[in-house]
C-alpha cells in the first residue's frame, strides 16, 4: 500500500517550548491511524500542523508527494486534507442540511457571480449539492434533524454533524479531532462504527484521540507521542506490548489503555 | 414565502416609491419630502454596504470615508474633468472599491471591536484627508457642482438635463430611488444566493470556513468591496444633490448612524437598512418640532427601542410568526 | 525636548486614567463604551457646579463627580446593558445602546449646561520654571493626582477581594462563574467604577483645560485609539496606550506644527499600519 501523507520531521516551537519535536510517519491509502498520547503530549498541535492550520518551524507534511504544510488551511483543503473540528463548531445558526450544503464548497463548478446570476451551471450545482446533502445526511443517520437548527441539536448528533461538513468537501484524507471525546460506551461503539463507514466510503481516516479501548478497536495502525516526540508505531497488538508506551501511560491513565 | 408573494410584494413597493408615494406629495403639497426622501434612498443604500460587512460579521463604522471619499471623487470628476454625472455613479463606486481593497487586506484581519474601532477612525483619517490634501480644497470644500445632464441613446433623450427641469428635486428623487431598489435587489439576490451562504458560513465561524475551502480572505475583500461600492454611490450622488461636498459631508456621526440603520432595522434582515434609515431619518426630522428637546427624546427612543426589540424592528415580524 | 516629555507626561497620566475605565468595562463585559468621553464630561461639569458655582472646595467637587458617575454606571449596566445583553443574537447590539445612551447624555449636558465652554478658578497659582521645563503648577498638581489614581486602580484590582474578582471575570466568565463569583454583582462594580473614572478625570482637568458638551465624541475616540494601541481589555495595555497617544501628541505638536493641523492624521495612519502588524495592540488577548 502506497502513502497518501508523509509527515516528515515535523517540529513546532512556540518560544522556548517544543510542542512537537521531529516527528516522522507516513500515513497510507485507506488506513485508519491514529495520533494517541498522555495530555499535554503534543497531540492537538500535530494535528494543526497537518491540516496546515498552524505552520510548522521545521519539516513538512506532503500530501501525495506535494508539500502542504505552510499553506492556507483552504488550499490544503481544496488538495483533499480536511480537517474536522470538536463538537461546538459548526455554523450554529444554518439549518443541519444547510450547514452540510454550505460546506460543498470545493464542489462547485460555477463562480461566485455565476451563483449570483444563477446561471444554468449554478443551479446544476445548487441541485447537485442539495442531493448530495440528503445522501450525506442519511448517511451519519441525521436525515430526520436535516430542518432542525444545528445549535440546538443533541450532542451525539453535533459530531456527526462535524463529519458530515468534513464530508461534503470530497476529501481524501480526513482528519478527525478526538472524534470519541465525551461520549459514553453506547456512543463510542456507534461513533467507531460510522468512522470505520468513512473507510469503506475510499477515504483516508487520521484521528487523534484519548480513548484507548476505542483507538485499539479501530485503528488500523497508531502512532504514539509524547513530550511531542514519537515513542512507537505499529499496529494495536504492537502498542499495547511496547515497553515505552507501557511507561508513558503507568499512573493514573493505564486502565484506560484497555489493558 | 412563495415566490408569488414575493412578486406581489415588489411590485406594491414599486408602486408605492415610483407612483404613490409622489402622487401624495403632489396632493399634499409638501414637496420638501422630495429631498427628504431623496436622502433616506441614498442613505439607506450606503447602510446597505455597512449590512454587508455585518453579514460576514465586521462591524463597519467605515462608510463614512467610502461615502465620503465617493462625494469628492464625483465632485472633481465633474468640476474639473468635465465627466457626465451618470458616469461618476460608477467610477466613484469602482474608486471606493480600489481604495477598500487596499485598506481592507490589513484591516480586515481584525476581529470585533479592533475592526469596529480601525474603521471609525477611518472616517476620521478621510476627513481630515480631505481637509489637507490640496485636490479637495480644504475646509471650503467643492461647491457649485452642476446638476446632471441629460442622457442620450441614439438621439432619443431618455432623461432630460436636470437644469430645464422645473423641479431638479423630483428628479433626483427618481434617481435616488432607483438606485435603492436595483441596490437592495442586488443584496437580496446576494444574500438569498449561495455567496450570502458562504458569507453567512464566515460570519458564524472564520476556521470551520476555511476548513471546507473557503478562501476567507479573498472574501472578506468582496464583502467589503460590495460595502464600499454602495457607500461611493452613495456619497457621489449625494454631493450632485446638494451641489457641494465638505470635509464634514460625513464624519464619524453618519459612520454611527449607517451602523445604527442596520441594527435598527435588524441585523437578520436584508431590508433591515432601508426601514432603519427611514425610521431614524424621520423621526429625527418630526421630532425637529420638539426645538431643544429634539436630541433628548429621539435618543431616548432609540434606547426604549433597543429595550424592546433588540434584534431590530423586522425582529417584530418573527415574533408574532413564532408565537 | 524637556518640555515635550513634561507635556507627554502630563497628558499621558490622564489619557491613561480615561482608557483604565474603557477597558476595564470592555474587558469585563465586551462591550465598547460609546458613552465614556461623555462620562468624562457629566464629570466636569459636576466639579463646575460644584467649585466654580457653587465654591465648595475641589477635591469635595471631584469626588462628587465620581461618585455621581458612579451611581449612573452602575444603573446603566443594570438597567440598560444586562437587558440588552440577555436579550440580543448578537453581542454587537450593546453598540447602538452605547452609541443612544452617548447621544442621550449629549442631549442631557446641552439642555442643562448649554453650549458655553465653561471654566473655573486656577487650584493653584503659578509656574514651574527649572531644568528647561515650564508647566504651571496646577497641571503638576493635576498629574499627579492622576497618576496616583492609577497607582490606586492597579493595587485596587491587584489586592481586594473586589478587584480579583473582577480580574477573574475579565479572563474568564464562565470559570469566574463556576468558582462562585457572583457575576451580575462585579460586573455591575466594575462598570460603575470604570463610570467613575471617566468622572473623576473629567473633574479634574475641568480645572485646567474648562469643559464644554462638545466634547464627549472627540473624547472618546481618543480613548478608543489608546486601548488599540494597547490591547484591549487589558489594564497594562491602557496605560501603556495613554502615554504613548500622550507622547505621541505631544511630539507631534512640537515636530509637525509648520505642517498644519496634521498631528492626528500622522498618529492615526501609524496607528492603521501599527494594528496591521499587530492585530491585538501591544498586549492584547486575540479576539473573536
Known amino acids: 500500500m502506497s502513502s497518501i501523507l508523509e509527515v516528515r520531521g515535523l517540529t513546532k516551537k512556540f518560544g522556548g517550548l517544543t510542542a512537537v519535536n521531529d516527528v516522522t510517519f507516513d500515513v497510507r491509502e485507506k488506513e485508519i491511524l491514529s495520533v494517541i498520547g498522555p495530555n499535554g503530549a503534543g497531540k492537538s498541535t500535530l494535528f494543526k500542523l497537518i491540516s496546515s492550520f498552524l505552520t510548522p518551524t521545521e519539516g513538512e507534511v506532503r500530501y501525495k508527494g506535494e508539500r502542504i504544510s505552510g499553506l492556507a488551511p483552504h488550499i490544503a483543503a481544496r488538495k483533499g486534507v480536511v480537517r474536522t473540528f470538536q463538537e461546538t463548531t459548526i455554523f450554529r445558526n444554518m439549518t443541519v442540511r444547510d450547514n452540510i450544503i454550505v460546506a460543498h464548497h470545493l464542489r462547485s463548478k460555477a463562480s461566485l457571480a455565476g451563483f449570483f446570476l444563477g446561471t444554468a451551471v449554478a443551479r446544476a450545482d445548487e441541485r447537485a449539492f442539495g442531493e448530495s446533502a440528503d445522501e450525506i445526511l442519511s448517511f451519519l443517520n441525521l436525515s430526520d434533524l436535516s430542518g432542525e437548527k444545528a445549535k440546538n441539536l443533541p450532542h451525539g448528533h453535533l459530531r456527526a454533524l462535524g463529519i458530515g461538513i468534513g464530508l461534503a468537501t470530497d476529501p481524501a484524507v480526513l482528519l478527525l479531532d478526538e472524534p470519541f471525546a465525551g461520549m459514553n460506551h453506547d456512543e463510542t461503539g456507534k461513533a467507531v462504527a460510522m468512522v470505520r463507514r468513512l473507510r469503506e466510503r475510499g477515504l483516508t481516516v487520521l484521528l487523534v484521540e484519548h480513548d484507548m479501548p476505542a483507538v485499539m478497536k479501530i485503528s488500523d495502525r497508531i502512532v504514539v507521542i509524547n513530550f511531542g516526540q514519537k515513542i512507537a508505531e505499529g499496529t494495536p497488538a504492537e502498542i499495547q506490548a511496547n515497553e515505552r508506551v507501557i511507561e508513558a501511560y503507568l499512573g493514573a491513565e493505564d486502565e484506560s489503555i484497555g489493558m | ?323 | 525636548m524637556e518640555q515635550v516629555i513634561a507635556n507627554g507626561l502630563y497628558l499621558g497620566t490622564q489619557y491613561a486614567l480615561i482608557a483604565l475605565g474603557l477597558t476595564l468595562i470592555f474587558g469585563l463585559m465586551n462591550v465598547l463604551n460609546f458613552a465614556h468621553g461623555q462620562m468624562y464630561v457629566l464629570g466636569g461639569f459636576v466639579t463646575y457646579t460644584i467649585y466654580g458655582q457653587l465654591g465648595l472646595p475641589f477635591p469635595v467637587a471631584v469626588l462628587a463627580s465620581g461618585i455621581t458617575l458612579a451611581v449612573i454606571g452602575g444603573l446603566m449596566e443594570r438597567y440598560l446593558f444586562r437587558t440588552v445583553i440577555r436579550r440580543s443574537h448578537r453581542e454587537e447590539s450593546t453598540m447602538l445602546l452605547a452609541a443612544a445612551t452617548a447621544f442621550f447624555f449629549d442631549a442631557v449636558i446641552l439642555l442643562i449646561f448649554g453650549e458655553k465652554q465653561r471654566g473655573v478658578p486656577k487650584i493653584v497659582k503659578g509656574v514651574f520654571n527649572h531644568f528647561g521645563v515650564i508647566l504651571p503648577y496646577d497641571r503638576i498638581v493635576v498629574a499627579v493626582i492622576a497618576g496616583l489614581m492609577i497607582l490606586a486602580f492597579i493595587l485596587f484590582m491587584k489586592y481586594t477581594r473586589t478587584g480579583r474578582a473582577m480580574r477573574a471575570l475579565a479572563q474568564d466568565r464562565v470559570a469566574a462563574q463556576l468558582m462562585g463569583i457572583k457575576v451580575d454583582r462585579y460586573t455591575m462594580i466594575g462598570f460603575a467604577l470604570g463610570a467613575m473614572l471617566a468622572g473623576v478625570v473629567g473633574g479634574l482637568l475641568v480645572s485646567i483645560t474648562g469643559v464644554n458638551s462638545g466634547i464627549g465624541g472627540p473624547i472618546s475616540v481618543k480613548a478608543f485609539l489608546m486601548i488599540m494601541i494597547g490591547g484591549a481589555g487589558v489594564a497594562g495595555g491602557a496605560i501603556a496606550g495613554g502615554f504613548i497617544l500622550g507622547m505621541m501628541e505631544s511630539v507631534g505638536l512640537t515636530v509637525l506644527r509648520e505642517y498644519g493641523d496634521v498631528t492626528y492624521l500622522v498618529i492615526f495612519g501609524a496607528l492603521m499600519v501599527f494594528l496591521a502588524i499587530r492585530p491585538n495592540g501591544l498586549m492584547g488577548k486575540p479576539w473573536g
Open chain 2, 1 to 323: 414565502m412563495t415566490d408569488n408573494r414575493k412578486l406581489i410584494g415588489l411590485a406594491v413597493f414599486l408602486l408605492a416609491v415610483f407612483v404613490v408615494v409622489p402622487w401624495l406629495i403632489a396632493v399634499t403639497g409638501r414637496k420638501d419630502f422630495y429631498y427628504t426622501l431623496t436622502s433616506v434612498a441614498l442613505l439607506s443604500i450606503a447602510s446597505a454596504g455597512v449590512w454587508m460587512t455585518f453579514y460576514i460579521g465586521r462591524i463597519n463604522m467605515g462608510q463614512g470615508a467610502f461615502a465620503l471619499m465617493g462625494a469628492y471623487v464625483a465632485a472633481i470628476l465633474i468640476t474639473q474633468y468635465g465627466v457626465s454625472f451618470w458616469w461618476t455613479i460608477p467610477l466613484s463606486g469602482l474608486f471606493c472599491v480600489l481604495a477598500s481593497l487596499v485598506i481592507g487586506l490589513p484591516i480586515l484581519r481584525l476581529r470585533g471591536v479592533y475592526f469596529a474601532m480601525v474603521s471609525l477612525v477611518l472616517t476620521e483619517v478621510t476627513r481630515l484627508l480631505s481637509l489637507a490634501l490640496p485636490i479637495t480644497g480644504g475646509a471650503k470644500g467643492i461647491t457649485n457642482i452642476p446638476l446632471p445632464g441629460a442622457i442620450s441613446l441614439f438621439g432619443i433623450t431618455l432623461v432630460p438635463d436636470f437644469a430645464t427641469l422645473e423641479n431638479p428635486r423630483i428628479a433626483f428623487y427618481y434617481v435616488a430611488v432607483t438606485l435603492m431598489v436595483l441596490a437592495f435587489a442586488a443584496m437580496y439576490r446576494l444574500v438569498n444566493s449561495r455567496i450570502g451562504h458562504i458569507c453567512m458560513s464566515l460570519q458564524q465561524n472564520e476556521e470551520l470556513a476555511s476548513s471546507i475551502g473557503v478562501n476567507i480572505v479573498h472574501l472578506r475583500l468582496i464583502a467589503f468591496g460590495i460595502s464600499s461600492f454602495l457607500g461611493g454611490v452613495s456619497g457621489s450622488v449625494f454631493a450632485v444633490v446638494t451641489q457641494s461636498v465638505y470635509p464634514s459631508s460625513f464624519t464619524v456621526t453618519d459612520s454611527v448612524n449607517f451602523m445604527l440603520n442596520c441594527f435598527l432595522g435588524g441585523l437578520a434582515y436584508v431590508f433591515g437598512p432601508m426601514l432603519g434609515t427611514l425610521t431614524l431619518y424621520f423621526g429625527w426630522n418630526l421630532l425637529f418640532e420638539t426645538g431643544e428637546f429634539q436630541l433628548l427624546i429621539y435618543s431616548t427612543a432609540m434606547i426604549v427601542l433597543m429595550l424592546i426589540l433588540p434584534n431590530g424592528l423586522l425582529s417584530l415580524g418573527e415574533n408574532r410568526r413564532k408565537g
